[in-house]
């Protein structure tokens, strides 16, 4: 007589376990690609977030969060990148408004800028064009560089399509070994929506 | 009993929620792992990418739109490896070895091999014998911690940049084993 209750709660607590375990899962892989998850070990410089110095590498938890936005990075030593999901003046980067990304050249070997989508892929685009680098960036007689982020553009242009998020992602290749103390909100690319 | 029954459903949903959370962080990184050793078969084969990446996508979030790659999945459980090969010329060349939760753990780059060629004896961290075969040939040892991995080489691309005389330099890489 007794079996029948049994049953059902065993049926309730494998229930009550899928639904535990699919949730705890659901939330680490959510809370993974979260800029609040990265907040203790990123450095923010102006528009641009970068992760310190090797900060726990061997951390269970950083390496999925690697794993999860951008898999097999080079080392800090070897190579820098920084992230901007927002314009200079803290608002999300969206692909049917058109920004200004301008700076001076970055004290590094080869750099580069390159555009995505929320997802972390290239916008389709007939140029074929997501990034530019130092070697092929046009530069003012200042020696200053602007691109165009947008559906809209010329010169150094970067198109993006659609009505989603936008990311940019700065390269820095075999870094000045005294970069830090030069990386100010002032000397990173200031990312500045072009009003229409 | 029946009092305790719904503390137990929510412990148990605590408990169980909690282990999902760990296995997901766990599991994100080997499935990018998995999906790398699916790409790149068969192992210990270089696979050479002809076109800059930006320009029909890329396997990763993030993907590199400026470098040419040549990638492999390595597998040390048939015995160590020896990696030989050169630098790309005039421009930034590196090769990373990334161990089977896509951490690095060993980087060479052009500056350091100063147009030399390398040769690296990829070997499972512990396996004496291996690292005694290593030493004996005077490869540089380098230990994974773990039997499979993953190996990328990068090459930025300038507008400068000469493909096809990079090509026989990226083709002159090779895996064999380490006899």
């Known amino acids: ?196 | 009993m029946s009092r305790r029954w719904p503390l137990a459903l929510a412990a148990l949903l605590l408990v169980s929620a909690a282990v999902g959370y760990h296995a997901m962080i766990w599991y994100v990184p080997h499935a990018v792992m998995q999906k790398a050793y699916a790409r790149f078969t068969p192992a210990n084969h270089w696979v050479h990418a002809d076109v800059l990446s930006g320009s029909k996508g890329s396997w990763v979030p993030l993907g590199n739109p400026d470098i040419v790659a040549s990638r492999a999945a390595y597998d040390l459980s048939q015995g160590p490896l020896l990696l030989t090969g050169s630098a790309s010329p005039d421009t930034y060349w590196s090769l990373t070895i990334y161990d089977g939760r896509t951490v690095h753990f060993y980087l060479v780059n052009g500056e350091t091999l100063a147009g030399q060629p390398y040769r690296i004896a990829l070997v499972q961290a512990g396996d004496a014998a291996a690292i005694a075969r290593a030493r004996a040939i005077g490869a540089t040892l380098v230990e994974s911690p773990t039997a499979r991995g993953y190996l990328m080489q990068r090459t930025f691309v300038t507008p400068s940049t000469d493909f096809a005389a990079l090509k026989p330099v990226r083709e002159a890489a090779v895996i064999v084993p380490l006899r």
């Open chain 1, 1 to 196: 007589m007794r079996s029948r209750p049994l049953i059902g709660r065993a049926a309730a607590a494998l229930v009550v376990a899928a639904v535990g375990f699919t949730a705890g899962a659901a939330a680490a892989y959510h809370w993974l690609g979260s800029a609040a998850a990265t907040a203790a070990l990123r450095h923010d410089i102006g528009p641009w977030q970068t992760m310190k110095d090797g900060a726990g590498f061997t951390d269970a938890f950083y390496i999925a969060q690697i794993a999860r936005i951008g898999p097999f990075p080079n080392p800090p030593g070897e190579a820098l990148y920084f992230l901007a999901h927002d314009d200079s003046s803290g608002a999300a980067l969206q692909a049917h408004k058109t920004y200004r990304v301008c700076g001076q050249p970055l004290p590094a070997r080869f750099w580069s800028i390159a555009a995505y989508d929320a997802a972390g892929t290239f916008f389709a685009n007939e140029a074929r064009r997501s990034s530019y680098t130092n070697g092929n960036v046009a530069m003012d007689a200042q020696g200053r560089f602007c691109i165009t982020i947008g559906p809209q553009g010329n010169g150094n242009w970067l198109p993006t399509t659609g009505e989603g998020k936008v990311q940019l992602l700065l390269r820095l290749y075999q870094p000045a070994a005294d970069i830090w103390p030069s990386l100010t909100a002032q000397t990173v690319p200031s990312i500045v929506e072009v009003k229409p």
